[in-house]
Structures are given as structure tokens and as C-alpha cells.
């Protein structure tokens, strides 16, 4: 079994009488993006609060790689493993880019010319280099969430928490994002993001988790998600009449539905089978002269899968 970077038992955080976070246990496997999903309140901010040690749990134990984490000072080297991104972590505006990262970098101890070199590299990581002489204050509001990213991974973390750092960014600014989450998971970081919206999530996560109320209702890979209650859907465009094409998905075993699109030479044909069923269909087809003129699997969407869930809040 592959390592845990982050494991939590019983986690529990109490504010006087109301549970933000209710005996919590979860797992994130070493080298995942977990997905933490949940409507306004449901505890994730508190959650990844205590994990980044800004918040003290009232019961339970978290371990991060397989090491007890603690408030106190006798794990400093475990807590620099940790990179932390909080939803509303402030910027020094009269500050350049390179000052302010330089200033967080001391705060780490990195020294020169290692420093310069932790700077520059991490500048081009999120596509900053060319505003590094710029006041922060000029910087886009895309750009800024960028540099607090940076200010974030500065030290080398392995571990990254990331509180709703998309929300508010503009479709392009969150796209950029994305690509920097993606680079840094291809680098092997394991990072917890977290959302109030799944579409947000949806194309770079490998492991998603539900919150509601406090408690971790959902917790799964998105394989075994897509396996439990996926759909596979095959749009088939075909040259000419339909009628010989539907003729074929009748007598076919694993196709389970079809609709016509139309005003198109469109079948949304729903298909239960593999990847490689999927294949063997197209070359049934073909061998029976179906003059095909596209063929395009397409996997049910995250979104919709959610909705079967029944986690309606969530998603
Ligand atoms: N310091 C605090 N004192 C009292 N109650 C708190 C405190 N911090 C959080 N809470 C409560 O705990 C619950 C969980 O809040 P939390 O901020 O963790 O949720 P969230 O899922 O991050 O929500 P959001 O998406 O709005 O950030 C909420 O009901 C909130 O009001």
C-alpha cells in the first residue's frame, strides 16, 4: 500500500457548543490532489487549519507521513514539510514580487546563493518572473493569488494545503492556477485544495472528499468513483441514413440506450462497456460498411456523478 502523507484520527474541533469538524478519519495517499468539497460552514477552512497547525483540535491525532504532528515546538522539521495557503492571507502591496518572497524565504533561513536560486525558480513555476521588479500592488488579482502560491511552496513543502485558492479568479486566472497545481503534482507534492464549487476541481484532482456538517461524508479515488457510478457515453456520427447504424447497436450487448441528436447524423449511443469494448464495437461497425464519420467515448462528467451521490450542497 502506498504511503499516507496526511492521516487524521478522530479529528474533532469544537467552538464552544457547535462541531466544525466532527471525528473526522482521513487518508491522503502520498503524491495525490485531494479535492475537499463542501458548501459554506461545512469545515474545511477549521480542517486544514488544524492540519497546518494554525488551530488546535479538540480531540484526535493527525500524522503527516506517517510522523505525529503537534502543536508545539518539538516538530519544527515536520512542520516544514508543510505548505500552507490560507483563503485570506494578506499581501504587502508596497513590496516588489522579489522582496516579498525574499522576505519569506529568510523567514526560512535559506541562504545565499541558494536563496536567489529558490526565488528565481519558484518565480518561474507561477509564471512570474517577468513582474519580479513590479510593486505588488500592480499585480492582477490572478497574479497575486500566484505569488501567494509562491510565498506558499517557498521552503520545498511536500505537503500543500490550499484554501479555495481559485475562488474569485477570473476563467483564464484559474486556468494558469490549475497548470502550476498540475506541474507541482507531476514534481510528487501531495496537496489538499479545497472548493465550494467541484467544477473547480474537477480536471486535476485524483481523489475527492465531501464535506458536510462537520463530517467527511465521501472520501474516494476518482477511478473508484468513475467505476462505482459512471456512465460511458459514445457520440457516433455516421455518413448518410442512421438506420443501418441503429440496426447494429440493437443487436449489440453492452450497448444499453441510444438518442438520435437531432437535425444531425448524431447517436448518443450509452455504453456500458470497457475502453477496449469500446474498440471492438468501432471495428464491428466498420466491418459492417457503416460509413462512419466520428466516434468519440466520452466519460459522464464528475458534476453528474456528484448528483448521484447525493450530496446535492456539494455539488
Ligand atoms: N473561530 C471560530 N469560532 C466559532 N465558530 C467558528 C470559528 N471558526 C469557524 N467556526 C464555525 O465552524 C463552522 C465551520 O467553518 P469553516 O470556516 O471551517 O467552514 P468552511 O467549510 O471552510 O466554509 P467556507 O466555505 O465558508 O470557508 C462554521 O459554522 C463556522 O461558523
Not at 503524491?31 to 477549521?46: D, F, M, R, S, W
Not at 474569485?168 to 484559474?174: N, Q, S, T
Not at 497545481?181 to 476541481?201: C, F, N, P, Q, R
Request: with cysteine; net charge neutral; proline share 3%.
Amino acid at each position: 500500500m502506498t504511503e499516507l502523507a496526511i492521516e487524521t484520527r478522530g479529528l474533532t474541533k469544537q467552538f464552544d457548543r457547535h462541531l466544525a469538524v466532527s471525528d473526522l478519519d482521513l487518508q491522503v495517499r502520498v503524491g495525490e490532489v485531494y479535492g475537499l468539497i463542501g458548501p459554506n460552514g461545512a469545515g474545511k477552512t477549521t480542517l486544514l487549519r488544524m492540519l497546518a497547525t494554525a488551530e488546535e483540535a479538540t480531540t484526535g491525532e493527525i500524522y503527516i507521513h506517517g510522523e505525529r504532528l503537534k502543536r508545539d515546538h518539538t516538530n519544527s522539521s515536520l512542520k516544514q514539510r508543510l505548505g500552507y495557503l490560507p483563503d485570506d492571507f494578506p499581501l504587502y502591496n508596497d513590496l516588489t514580487v522579489w522582496d516579498y518572497l525574499d522576505y519569506f524565504a529568510r523567514l526560512y533561513y535559506l541562504r545565499e546563493p541558494k536563496r536567489s536560486r529558490r526565488l528565481y525558480d519558484v518565480l518561474e513555476l507561477v509564471q512570474l518572473t517577468n513582474k519580479r521588479k513590479s510593486q505588488i500592488s500592480t499585480l492582477s488579482r490572478g497574479m497575486k493569488q500566484r505569488l501567494s502560491l509562491a510565498r506558499t511552496i517557498i521552503h520545498e513543502p511536500l505537503v500543500l494545503l490550499l484554501d479555495e485558492p481559485v475562488s474569485g479568479l477570473d476563467p483564464i486566472a484559474r486556468m494558469q492556477f490549475r497548470d502550476i497545481i498540475k506541474s507541482l503534482h507531476e514534481a510528487g507534492m501531495t496537496i489538499i485544495i479545497s472548493s465550494h464549487v467541484l467544477s473547480d476541481l474537477e480536471d486535476f484532482c485524483t481523489s475527492i472528499g465531501i464535506m458536510e456538517l462537520g463530517y467527511l461524508v465521501e472520501s474516494a479515488s476518482l477511478q473508484e468513483l468513475y467505476q462505482r457510478l459512471s456512465h460511458q457515453y459514445i457520440l457516433i456520427g455516421v455518413w448518410g441514413k442512421l438506420e443501418g447504424l441503429i440496426e447494429q447497436l440493437k443487436n449489440y450487448p453492452q450497448v444499453e440506450g441510444w438518442e438520435i441528436i437531432p437535425q444531425t447524423q448524431k447517436v448518443r449511443v450509452q455504453f456500458s462497456g470497457s475502453q477496449r469494448d469500446c474498440a471492438k464495437l468501432l471495428r464491428k461497425l466498420m466491418t459492417e460498411n457503416i460509413a462512419i464519420t466520428e466516434f468519440a467515448p466520452t466519460q459522464e462528467s464528475l458534476e453528474s456523478i456528484f448528483l448521484k451521490l447525493e450530496h446535492k450542497q456539494a455539488s
